[in-house]
């Protein structure tokens, strides 16, 4: 079967020479090994929604959509599930058990192997990215043998929680999962400047804090989250915020910054003025997921967590300074250290950092400057995201890089899992 491939923003748009959907592990390991032994290469998408280009193939494009759900539950908490299954749909079986998982991003649209695999995190100054919640998995080699890892295997295990698809394919991922809980979001209209210099104390009193900060503007959106014994809220309210004011408002304003690109600074500023604030209670999974129907390109970086004021100022003056035509907000958050070969946060707790820009308007001229600002603190992108960096200039940033490119070569030695993006980085 051939297929037009676009991922989330449409910034990557390919058409692999075939596009396969196994129903079973059996079926995707004799694919494998048959690839392998022709000389061929294959790649694996989760949901597409990687902003880098990850997914891209001229060659076989796999997805695991065909396995999804919960394979087996432990008494200890422990759950498998198939690779391909959705975060969405993983959350709500997880719920049906009375379980949940201790933090997430702000979409669950992601395939639980797609969000380990680019270390995809949300925020919280304890809790490390949805890769430090893995517990084992089932790596299909490029000889078609299927692999059990865990973290007895050490390196091995270290290297695939964080792996591209560059090591093989996963089938089933163990997660850690902790009993169902409930979260309660406030939401608030604040000082930047004021946000910015109470930052340790906000994320230490806080189970999960972010904020953005909007261009041109003083203001910044905070959002508290911590755990509540009370009643989840009404959604109607809510709903109605989440997608007629944050979403339906934004897109107008938007098209407005798209159509007349001069105006975009005072876009910016009505962007900010809007802001409001909000308290939303719910079960855990329905707090963390955001609507996001705006579309745009991103770009993120993590860098030092003690960094994340001296970055984020950085990025307010600049755009001021140059004029730069964004009127979306800068995105903050934080994570804990891990030792997992390529989780951008190895060896550091981390501020994550993320600029957007528009679909449809140009973003490469703000990525750039704001990607000097980034690499300046010592920061590492975000697999999932935008960046220009090259296989040296990673490989300068992860003490384990040459580690993790031994195990690539000897679980792939011919290359069957790269596609273009990663034979640069790793071949
Ligand atoms: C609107 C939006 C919001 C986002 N929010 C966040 C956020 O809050 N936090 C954050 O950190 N990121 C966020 N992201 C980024 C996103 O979580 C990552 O890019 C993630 O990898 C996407 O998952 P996916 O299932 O779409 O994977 P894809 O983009 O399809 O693939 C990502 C990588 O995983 C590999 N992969 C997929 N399946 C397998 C498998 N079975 N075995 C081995 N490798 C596999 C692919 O080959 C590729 O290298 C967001 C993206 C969007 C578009």
Redesign the pocket.
């Known amino acids: 079967m051939t297929k037009q491939i676009q ?3 449409g910034a990557v748009r390919f058409e692999p020479a075939a596009y396969e959907v196994p129903e079973t592990e059996s079926a995707l390991r004799a694919m494998v090994a048959e690839v392998n032994r022709g000389g061929g290469r294959i ?9 880098s280009p ?2 891209r193939t001229e060659d076989r494009l796999v997805s ?1 959509d065909g396995l999804q759900g919960i394979v087996e539950t432990r008494d200890d908490g422990q759950i498998t599930a198939w ?2 299954t959705k975060l969405w749909k993983l959350n709500d079986l997880l719920h049906g058990l009375g379980r949940g998982l201790e933090n997430l ?3 669950d ?3 639980i ?3 380990v ?6 925020t919280g100054k304890a809790f490390g ?1 949805v890769s430090t919640q893995l517990t084992g998995l089932r790596l299909v080699t490029a000889d078609g043998e299927a692999r059990d890892l865990t973290a007895a295997d050490g390196d091995l295990f270290r290297a695939a929680q964080v ?4 090591l ?4 089933q991922v163990r997660l850690r999962t902790v009993p169902a809980y409930k979260l309660k979001l406030v939401q608030r209209k604040e000082s930047a400047s004021a946000c910015l210099s109470d930052l340790d104390r906000r994320a230490r009193e806080n189970r999960n804090f972010e904020f953005f900060t909007f261009p041109y503007t003083d203001v910044a959106q905070t959002k508290e989250v911590n755990v509540t014994e009370e009643n989840p809220s009404s959604h109607f309210g809510q709903f109605l915020n989440d997608l007629v004011l944050e979403n339906g408002v934004f897109k107008l304003l938007s098209e407005a910054s798209r159509w007349i690109p001069g105006a975009t600074p005072i876009v910016a500023k009505i962007c900010g003025w809007g802001v409001g604030g909000a308290t939303k209670r719910d079960w855990s999974h329905r707090i963390f997921r955001m609507p ?1 129907l705006v579309r745009f390109q ?1 770009m ?1 970086y993590s860098v030092p967590a003690e960094r994340m004021s001296d970055v984020v100022r950085e990025l307010m003056a600049m755009i001021e300074r140059d004029r730069v035509r964004v009127h979306f907000p800068i995105e903050c958050r934080f994570v804990k250290g891990d030792d997992i070969f390529l989780s951008p946060a190895h060896g550091r707790d981390s501020a ?1 950092i993320a600029v957007h820009s528009y679909k449809g308007m140009p973003h490469a001229d703000y990525f750039r400057r704001a990607e000097a600002i980034f690499r300046n603190h010592g920061g590492r992108p ?4 935008m960046h220009t960096l090259t296989g040296k200039e990673l490989g300068a940033l992860y003490p384990k890089w040459e580690a993790f490119k031994e195990i690539r070569a000897k679980l792939d030695p011919k290359g069957v899992f790269l596609n273009d993006q990663l034979r640069s980085f790793f071949a």
């Open positions: 991922n989330w923003s790649r694996v998408i989760g949901s597409g929604h990687s902003f990850l997914i695991l690779a391909g991003g702000d979409i649209r992601q395939s192997a797609g969000t695999s680019t270390g995809t995190h949300g990215s792996s591209l698809g560059a093989g394919i996963l089938t996001r991103e993120e994550y975000h697999w999932g995201k």
